[in-house]
């Protein structure tokens, strides 16, 4: 009995702190990813600094690209790249991008993983 009372009881505390939120209960996401009014967002310029010229094209060059920089980086978030940000980011993005783990990335993955890095984070029209 006492073994049953040592289980039942945090048990049934646990339980009972959970149904007792009332209004603060969380009832799912306000805002869809990117949304809200405080989160970052990228950096809407041409990106520069002296890792510009280290950077890949595909994350220079393109808008998605740029977002991956500027929100991944915290030293690129004002579109300054400096060389370590640029090594860092061409090497989490071939990484990221390489879906089969072939050592290659190919226009395909390099597309799609561009676009699922960064259209959380891009406003739509």
Do not use: K
């Not at 306000?30 to 809200?36: L, N, T, V």
């Not at 980086?73 to 370590?84: L, T």
Request: proline share 7%.
């Amino acid at each position: 009995m006492r073994r049953f009372h040592s289980i039942a009881l945090p048990m049934l505390l646990g339980l009972s702190a959970c149904a007792s939120y009332g209004g603060y209960a969380y009832h799912g996401r306000e805002w869809a990813p990117g949304e809200h009014p405080r989160s970052p967002q990228p950096y809407q310029g041409e990106l520069g600094g002296p890792g510009l010229d280290i950077l890949d094209e595909w994350l220079r060059e393109t808008e998605e690209g740029r977002a991956v920089v500027s929100l991944g980086w915290r030293e690129a978030r004002h579109g300054h790249v400096s060389e370590d940000t640029a090594h860092r980011a061409n090497i989490w993005f071939r990484r990221y991008a390489d879906s089969n783990r072939d050592m290659t990335i190919t226009d395909p993955e390099i597309r799609a993983a561009l676009v699922a890095a960064a259209t959380p984070h891009l406003r739509r029209p």
